[in-house]
């Protein structure tokens, strides 16, 4: 299995601060990284496909970066709406979720 | 519009046995690999099976191989999880998900989920 773990676990940001998200897998995932936004009670929602892709419909302010093994996604410009919890997950092999990162603001 | 909406699930006794199921709509069902993901009450997602599309190739996470069982009859839209042996461990909300990987540009689907209670 190709396993991915998340930093930090939890961060707390102001509204308008730039916010960045790390994942780290435990061998190259190439190109097959993914980025999902869970909101409570919520089915998560995909964000970002094949490392930087933007999916339909996602504010330009979410941005993915990274090859290999090492991915970042980054909300420019944090708004109250972004408050959730974020998964990386690769699908190189069978799929592997990241622990996630939860998101707060001050 | 595409949908995908799961049942099945209940309060069961640790040892026992549920059938989870999942009904898709507004794509074609028998082109697509389908998923399972489960989410415990509090914690992270956790991937747990994937069926290709002729169900020729199933795929399990450690933590339920030998346990459960993934199927789907492409004729009813329908993809299903038979889990057996269940322990408290199990108790969370499954999910039916059409990952779209690397490939998302076709979409990315889950459903709301179905709760398993597992718990004497």
Known sequence: ?????????????SVGDRVTFSCRASQSVSGHVSWYQQKPGRAP??????????HSGVPSRFSGSGSGTEFTLTITSLQPEDVATYYCLQTYSTPFFGPGSKLEIK | EVQLVESGGDLVQPGGALRLSCIASGF????????????????????????TTSSLTI????????????????????????????RGDDTAIYYCA?????GARRGDYWGPGTLVTVSS
């Open chain 2, 98 to 102: 059409r990952l779209g990987g690397i």
């Open chain 1, 45 to 54: 929602q995909l964000l970002i496909y094949a490392v930087s892709t933007l």
């Open chain 1, 1 to 13: 299995d190709i396993q991915m773990t998340q930093s930090p676990p939890s961060l707390s940001a």
């Open chain 2, 59 to 86: 795929y399990y996470a450690d933590s339920v191989k030998g346990r459960f069982t993934v199927s789907r009859d492409n004729d009813k839209m329908s993809l299903y999880l038979q889990v057996n042996s269940l």
């Open chain 2, 28 to 51: 074609n069902f028998s082109d697509f690999t389908m998923n399972w993901v489960r989410q415990a009450p509090g914690k992270g997602l956790e991937w747990i099976s994937s069926i």
